[in-house]
């Protein structure tokens, strides 16, 4: 397009959309924060866009983002004038698993996958739509597999979970990438029995669960949404209904972190849509939980409120308290009712919440990351409310713990930190926690905006 050609497309999606330009732009700006990749856009640059100047490829699925989100509908690159992505290779479950866990662990490819935008937009495959679809995945002609390499995936997909959830995100996730590529991958497409092929893609489909878990810890929330949906694939086609909910379940707490209501109920709803029929009351609550949150940051308080309560009543039901890998533990409420209160504005509520989230804490079934996540959201909330002190003394002890864990989630929080503390340099305890954080954090979370 050249430069004194007007864009005509996403001209009249600007107008439909009623922002002005600074509007327009901070928009755009938002999109990239919410994603790990801030973009500093301001009025000039969106006059240049609408004139016809062609943004950058990261801006303009921004630009596209941030319309779909503001006009309620897909708005596609083509309808706003902006040359058509190239799309991920396409081919059978097993290769395109291949092509995306290996660009994941080339260190040259994956900071293009990290730009790659969270998209109310995407496409989710329906339960109708993927159960069955046992044609997904062509036997080759690998060696034949038997229970035995189902049950090493099993095992393999739980110790990069506990490494996940000990260590971070940061340093499991290549771990991972490299076990689909040169593991599960081979087996999806090798000899196998009608079950054990069955039982082969539901543990691939749990892997690329956990694998998308890892890339929400890093902010890359696009290549996140490539994993869950490969997840959600791979569960049909093995009538693995447990495991389509859980990633549901994992897409929309994504959305909700990110603020994104509509999105966070859609899938919240999906994950839960027969859960209440379920004889297990600690299931149901599971889900109750994460549709709570989700009402909430849409802005249902009533529905917010009737879900918690609901997962309450359904917890206080379960036969045994002891937690499981997935399930749902008091400790995991709490936090639940604290996410809650603090979307509803009840800032002290949610301090409370995580107050009890930490007495019931018994590590069974929250992880160490979690413990230094969660510590400094509640040091932000007491500052918020005025509790400089307990603010600081809160986040001392995720200071303390800082260098144990890499986690793009737990960096932006420091960061939070390090800004949130600049103006109380005369006050001792705070003076003296940035003092620790200039000898302790990365150049680059010590930068201000």
């Not at 995936?153 to 040169?182: C, I, K, Q």
């Not at 994950?271 to 909430?296: K, N």
Request: charged share 25%; proline share 4%; aromatic share 6%.
């Amino acid at each position: 397009m050249e430069p004194s050609a007007r864009n005509d497309g996403l001209e009249r999606c600007f107008r439909e959309s009623g922002w002005t330009l600074r509007q327009f732009a901070q928009a755009v700006n938002r999109v990239g924060t919410d994603h790990g990749t801030p973009l500093r856009y301001r009025e000039p640059s969106v006059h240049q866009w609408l004139s016809g100047r062609m943004p950058r490829p990261r801006a303009r699925a921004a630009v596209v983002e941030a319309l779909t989100r503001r006009l309620g509908r897909t708005v596609s690159h083509a309808e706003v004038g902006f040359p058509v992505p190239e799309q991920p290779r396409g081919g059978s479950t097993a290769e395109e698993l291949v092509d995306l866990g290996s660009d994941d662990m080339s260190p040259s490819r994956r900071s293009a996958l990290g730009a790659g935008l969270f998209s109310v937009a995407v496409t989710v495959p329906g339960w109708q739509d993927v159960v069955g679809r046992m044609d997904a995945v062509h036997a080759g002609s690998a060696p034949r597999i038997g229970r035995g390499e189902v049950d090493a995936v099993v095992a393999m997909t739980e110790r990069l979970s506990e490494l996940d959830d000990e260590f971070g995100g940061r340093h499991a996730r290549p771990m991972a990438a490299a076990f689909l590529v040169n593991t599960v991958s081979p087996y999806l497409r090798a000899d196998a029995s009608p079950e054990v092929r069955r039982q082969m893609m539901g543990a691939a489909a749990f892997l690329c669960y956990l694998t998308g878990w890892m890339a929400v810890d890093e902010g890359l929330h696009g290549l996140a949404q490539r994993y869950y949906v490969k997840g959600l694939e791979l569960a049909g086609a093995a009538d693995d209904h447990s495991t389509y909910r859980h990633v549901l379940r994992g897409m929309s707490v994504q959305a909700a972190d990110l603020g994104l209501g509509a999105a966070a109920v859609q899938y919240a709803d999906a994950a839960a849509s027969d859960a209440a029929s379920t004889s297990e009351p600690r299931l149901r609550a599971f889900f109750a939980g994460q549709q709570a949150h989700a009402r909430a940051v849409h802005g249902d308080a009533r529905e917010a409120r009737r879900l918690l309560h609901e997962a309450h009543r359904c917890l206080e039901r379960a036969e045994s308290r002891t937690a499981t890998f997935g399930g749902y533990a008091p400790s995991t409420l709490a936090y639940h009712e604290a996410q809650v209160k603090n979307e509803l504005a009840d800032t002290a509520g949610s301090i409370g919440a995580l107050k009890l989230h930490f007495r019931l804490r018994d590590g069974s079934n929250d992880s160490h990351r979690s413990g230094i996540r969660f510590t400094a959201m509640l040091a932000e909330r007491q500052l918020r409310v005025g509790h400089l002190d307990r603010a600081c003394a809160s986040w001392k002890r995720a200071l303390d713990s800082y260098s144990t864990v890499k986690s793009g989630r737990v960096d932006r929080q420091m960061q939070t930190m390090y800004r949130s503390l600049s103006p109380h340099s005369r006050h001792p305890a705070a003076r003296e926690l940035r003092e620790q954080a200039e000898a302790t954090l990365p150049r680059q979370l010590r930068e201000e905006p």
